[in-house]
T-cell receptor
Framework: QKEVEQNSGPLSVPEGAIASLNCTYS??????FFWYRQYSGKSPELIMS????GDKEDGRFTAQLNKASQYVSLLIRDSQPSDSATYLC???????????FGTGTKLQVIP | DVKVTQSSRYLVKRTGEKVFLECVQD?????MFWYRQDPGLGLRLIYF???????EKGDIPEGYSVSREKKERFSLILESASTNQTSMYLC??????????????FGPGTRLTVT
């Protein structure tokens, strides 16, 4: 059973702090990794993709991938109340159309 | 920008009715997906399609069928709606290969209530 695991939270951080969201996956053959943001009552929105080990930065967001340890993380710098949402980690096992989603971590940024 | 649209945002149907949910994408994506999302259960894949007229079962296909007659359109059919199919239904699309492969883009969702 291919699994993607996330802590459900809520993760509470003060405004301006760094939020760190973590995800582990079980399939060593996984090749593509995605982070989605989902506001309450809305659909998931893709915010980051990462395909190779290391860090990938996009504005206030940094995705980190460590394939040897089978984890992927998302850092949000200078967290804002508008970042309060559920963050979904998703993993694709190379060459196949499906992705496996985690159940998400709820982030609360406290003003 | 990728755009995925769904036919309805909110839908109320009665038990036993046949329900059609339609999804259209404008990015020439090969792959299209139907999920349902319920509190505490996350996203669960119902069916997906990787080409016109092709379909594969996901994790929870029972009670559902799908149709893909055109590349841009993917329909989910509830043959006889039941109350346990009350849920948020999400359509997504992605392409295979190249930059951004397998990134899924979601439509706004249809909140279906079966009474």
């Amino acid at each position: 059973q291919k699994e993607v695991e996330q802590n459900s939270g809520p993760l509470s951080v003060p405004e301006g702090a760094i939020a760190s969201l973590n995800c582990t996956y079980s399939d060593r053959g996984s090749q593509s990794f995605f982070w989605y943001r989902q506001y309450s009552g809305k659909s998931p929105e893709l915010i980051m993709s990462i395909y190779s080990n290391g860090d990938k930065e996009d504005g206030r967001f940094t995705a980190q991938l460590n394939k040897a340890s089978q984890y992927v993380s998302l850092l949000i710098r200078d967290s804002q109340p508008s970042d309060s949402a559920t963050y979904l980690c998703a993993v694709n096992s190379g060459g196949y159309q499906k992705v496996t989603f985690g159940t998400g971590t709820k982030l609360q940024v406290i003003p | 920008d990728v755009k995925v649209t769904q036919s309805s945002r909110y839908l109320v149907k009665r038990t036993g009715e046949k329900v059609f949910l339609e999804c259209v994408q404008d990015m020439d994506h090969e792959n299209m997906f139907w999920y349902r999302q319920d509190p505490g259960l996350g996203l669960r894949l119902i069916y997906f399609s990787y080409d016109v007229k092709m379909k594969e079962k996901g994790d929870i296909p029972e009670g559902y069928s799908v149709s893909r007659e055109k590349k841009e359109r993917f329909s989910l059919i509830l043959e006889s709606a039941s109350t346990n199919q009350t849920s948020m239904y999400l359509c997504a699309s992605s392409h295979t290969g190249g930059l951004g492969a397998y990134e899924q883009y979601f439509g706004p969702g249809t909140r279906l209530t079966v009474t």
